[in-house]
């Protein structure tokens, strides 16, 4: 007997105030007026990214490499530079010879075995005068290869103006160098 009347002081307990509730819900107070201010919405700061300069490029050989490829990718004429277009498979840069007449073949994955070597790569030179010469073999075709010459410089002001120095910077860290022996 104690049981159920203690039983049934919970269940009256819950009921009542269940009912409280409600009654306090349905019969609110009428809202006052609320005045809702604009918040002055701030955008994250976007990183300033250092422009690139020819001399950055000069102390940085990667870096160079780098702006001298993206440069070939989406400014050039030459159609297959377009292979190099996969940021995410990176590149492979070999370097023949030194100095102004090395030249620096460019693969087109960072991983490249000799097996994938079958075909003859795109390939740049620098000169002494910062000129840049581009170079790529026609495939299936007797004609002499496709060349164009830019300058660093110009290099320079196109990927600065493309807002691209972000994806250029981050480039060597997906570059595979290899320099051969002098020959």
């Given at each position: 007997m104690r049981k159920q009347i203690i039983i049934g002081s919970i269940v009256g307990v819950l009921v009542l105030g269940g009912a409280w509730a409600y009654v306090q819900h349905t019969h609110t107070s009428t809202p006052t007026k609320t005045t809702v201010t604009a918040k002055k919405v701030t955008k994250p700061k976007a990183t300033k990214v250092k422009p690139l300069t020819v001399a950055e490029l000069k102390r940085k050989p990667a870096l160079e490499y780098s702006s001298i490829i993206y440069y070939a990718i989406y400014h050039s004429k030459i159609q297959r530079w377009q292979e190099l277009s996969d940021f995410k498979r990176g590149w492979q840069v070999e370097i023949y010879g030194h100095g102004p007449k090395a030249k620096h073949l460019v693969r087109p994955d960072k991983n490249s075995t000799a097996a994938d070597k079958n075909l003859a790569p795109n390939w740049f030179r620098i000169s002494t005068d910062d000129k840049i010469f581009y170079d790529s073999l026609?495939?299936?075709?007797?004609?002499?290869d496709m060349t164009?010459?830019?300058t660093l410089s110009k290099i320079v002001t196109q990927l600065n103006h493309d807002h691209a120095v972000k994806k250029v910077r981050a480039m060597p860290d997906n570059m595979v160098i290899i320099h051969h022996a002098h020959q």
């Open positions: 026609i495939v299936h075709s007797f004609k002499p164009a010459t830019t």
